[in-house]
């Protein structure tokens, strides 16, 4: 397993009805972007998430939340590591509702 499919359904249905988004397998996990930028994803078992730079500090602060470092986005991203225990998880503050 590259990355938790399960997860990955559970993102793709949460972002069904928002437009602009699209579905992409990068990185060894799954990706997905909304007006071609990335903003949520799938990295093994950890959903990532793209955060404001000024929202950084704050989000870190969240249960279960660590920095993802990535070569390619210096810091933009934050890794939800093995959280999400149920659907309602997905919509909070590094949810999708935010994008």
Do not use: Q
């Not at 920095?67 to 909070?92: H, I, K, Q, T």
């Amino acid at each position: 397993m590259a990355f938790d499919e399960n997860l990955g359904a559970r993102i793709r249905k949460a972002l069904a009805r928002k437009k602009g988004v699209e579905e992409k397998k990068m990185f060894g996990g799954l990706g997905f972007l909304l007006n071609g930028n990335m903003c949520v994803g799938v990295w093994k078992t950890s959903m990532i998430v793209r955060v404001d730079p000024d929202d950084g500090e704050a989000a870190l602060l969240e249960h279960h939340v660590g920095e993802f470092n990535s070569v390619a986005d210096e810091g933009a991203v934050s890794s939800c590591r093995g959280c999400l225990p149920s659907s309602r998880c997905l919509p909070g503050p590094l949810g999708p509702s935010r994008i």
